[in-house]
C-alpha cells in the first residue's frame, strides 16, 4: 500500500454559514491524504503509474472556488472528486477554517472525513 499526500494548500475562499463569510471570505487550509496500490514491479518512473499530486492540488483548488455554507460540504466534494478521477482509492481530507468567527479567540475548527 502506498500513500501520497498534500499538507497545507492555502487558499482564499467564500465559504461559511454567515452572510459576511460569504462577502469577505477567508483562508482555508487543506490536507490530503491518499492511499493505493502501487505496483513496485513495473514502475517506470512515470506519473502514470502513480497518483500524481498536482492533479490533487488542482481538484482542491477547483472545489475551493464554488462557495459552500459548510466545510463539511467542501471536504466531501474535494473527496469525492479524487475518487472520480482516481478510481476507488482511500482518501482522508482535512478542510482546516483559521481564526472562525465564533465571538472568541479560536485558533481554528476543522472536518476531516
Not at 512515470?46 to 460540504?73: C, F, H, M, R, W
Request: with cysteine; charged share 30%; aromatic share 14%.
Amino acid at each position: 500500500m502506498a500513500k501520497v499526500g498534500i499538507k497545507g494548500i492555502k487558499l482564499y475562499g467564500y465559504h461559511g454559514f454567515f452572510k459576511e463569510e460569504s462577502i469577505i471570505g477567508a483562508w482555508f487550509i487543506y490536507d490530503v491524504e491518499v492511499k493505493y496500490e502501487l505496483d513496485l514491479e513495473n514502475l517506470n518512473d512515470s506519473l502514470q503509474k502513480v497518483i500524481d499530486y498536482g492533479e490533487i492540488y488542482e481538484i482542491v483548488k477547483a472545489v475551493n472556488y464554488k462557495p459552500k455554507k459548510l466545510i463539511e460540504t467542501l471536504a466531501f466534494e474535494i473527496k469525492n472528486e479524487v475518487i472520480k478521477k482516481f478510481g476507488q482509492i482511500d482518501v482522508k481530507i482535512r478542510v482546516t477554517k483559521p481564526n472562525p468567527p465564533l465571538g472568541g479567540d479560536v485558533g481554528a475548527t476543522f472536518f476531516e472525513c
